[in-house]
């Protein structure tokens, strides 16, 4: 029989590493700054902040700055953690001139705050090598692009095509089927929806889908901006569907498994679960009034906002305070090429390409899957964390998605603390 074998905390971490913020604080890298480019052209040195401090990514940035050649580059590269916890008074310290960073609310907070370079004079280049999608993503709110996407990855539910054929089991077409699917695993002794959550971010991820499909994409992101109340009920309607999903924990055979694509696409490699046998399921459609829950392949009747997506958009921002301001703009350009972003694709393989011109011949099935997911988005969302403020990300949303998961049946009281604490933080 085909044990099912559970995805390694390596390829766990490199899908947590992609939430975390970048960290790029001058002294404080994990590596001393060091020459990377092969340099010699007339644009000077450009310096790089970097928060790709896994050995996939570091390696990926690496060899991508090395075909860099109109300037010499040195790469500050700084844990994840480090970075995130101490972005804002990086940027308004000594930052170097171009930094790591994510697309969306985390983008637009610091442009805000003049803490950015505006490149939209890069943007009319390299427009029309991005979707709509994308570009509204690296847009800040006065309309200006502060953000060259590079990398992507969506997230989803997965699962083992061979114990499903095993058990008989069909990917579910509707809400109830998804439902009476769960119970049947259940009944079977299966885990009917795993997500390891003890740092929090997969049940950040499981909210953000329910919350879109359920609620759409608008108000997903005006909920993340504070904007909405936590105990209005169609808040409380995600709860309750979450609740009725019967999502637990990973403890043992598991059935589908809520994760990102960089969480699972290193499988193979670690010998853990055979990369060919990882699956999306067909996604559940919904009825009026019912959406499905997940993200959905193709258009369907009935179904409101069908085509949101939420993957998490990686790219690179210029500092204000940049001393090469010419060199970090051609350096980003380059950044832009889909040329640059095949080489990330092939050594990263949990990773898809921003750019609609990248070469997508080399993709495994499950990268060509979520290519095509997400090159229909008429709207992209991040993270829960990349979407609303930082500090009520991990102070509030973390603590307070883990007491769900743990109490699932004390919903109102949550959410009211939620209300009471966002309230004070988004004054």
């Known amino acids: 029989m085909d044990q099912p074998s559970p995805i390694s905390r390596r390829n766990l971490i490199l899908g947590a590493a992609a939430f975390g913020v970048p960290a790029v604080l001058a002294g404080c890298g994990s590596d001393a700054p060091s020459p990377t480019g092969q340099g010699g052209g007339g644009l000077g040195t450009v310096t790089i902040g970097s928060n790709a401090s896994d050995e996939i990514p570091k390696k990926t940035l690496d060899t991508v700055v090395k075909?860099?050649?109109?300037a010499t580059t040195r790469i500050n590269t700084v844990d994840h953690n480090t970075f995130?916890?101490?972005?804002?008074?990086?940027?308004?310290?000594?930052?170097?001139?171009?930094?790591?960073?994510?697309?969306?609310?985390r983008m637009q907070f610091f442009a805000e705050q003049g803490l950015a370079v505006d490149i939209s004079d890069v943007w009319q280049e390299i427009g029309g090598d991005?979707?709509?999608a994308f570009k509204d993503q690296s847009t800040g709110v006065d309309g200006?692009?502060?953000?060259?996407?590079?990398?992507?990855?969506p997230w989803a539910v997965f699962y083992r095509k061979s114990l499903w054929q095993e058990r008989g089991y069909e990917p579910p077409a509707t809400l109830d089927e998804f439902t009476a699917l769960?119970?049947?695993?259940k009944a079977d002794g299966i885990v009917p929806i795993a997500f390891a959550d003890k740092d929090g971010w997969p049940a950040m991820g499981t909210f953000d889908i329910l919350n879109m499909r359920i609620n759409g994409y608008d108000f997903h992101i005006s909920l993340m901006a504070g904007k909405e109340s936590w105990t209005d009920p169609r808040v409380r309607q995600v709860f309750d569907t979450w609740r009725g999903a019967d999502g637990v924990p990973p403890?043992?055979?598991a059935g589908p498994y809520v994760a990102g694509g960089r969480a699972v696409a290193g499988t193979e490699e670690d010998r853990d679960v055979p990369a060919r046998d990882v699956r999306r399921p067909a996604v559940p459609r919904g009825r009026p009034g019912r959406p499905g829950l997940l993200h959905l392949p193709r258009d369907q009747p009935g179904v409101r906002h069908r085509l949101d997506r939420r993957p998490p958009i990686d790219g690179y921002m210029i500092s204000a305070k940049a001393k090469n301001v010419a060199g970090a703009k051609a350096l980003i350009k380059h950044f832009a090429q889909a040329s640059s972003q095949n080489v990330a694709t092939k050594l990263d393989p949990g990773t898809l390409a921003a750019s609609s011109k990248a070469d997508t011949s080399g993709y495994s099935a499950l990268q060509k899957r979520g290519a095509e997911l997400v090159s229909k988005a008429t709207h992209i969302a991040q993270f829960l964390d990349r979407d609303t403020r930082p500090d009520f990300a991990s102070t509030v949303m973390i603590p307070s998605l883990q007491t769900f998961v743990g109490e699932p049946n004390e919903i109102d009281p949550l959410l009211a603390a939620i209300e009471k604490q966002k309230a004070n933080i988004f004054r």
Request: hydrophobic fraction near 30%; glycine fraction near 8%; proline fraction near 4%.
């Open 67 to 70: 075909g860099f050649t109109q």
């Open 84 to 105: 995130q916890e101490n972005i804002n008074r990086y940027l308004r310290g000594t930052p170097e001139d171009v930094f790591t960073w994510f697309a969306g609310y």
């Open 251 to 253: 403890a043992g055979r």
């Open 130 to 132: 991005y979707t709509q």
């Open 144 to 153: 200006k692009q502060y953000f060259v996407p590079f990398t992507y990855y």
């Open 182 to 185: 769960a119970r049947k695993m």
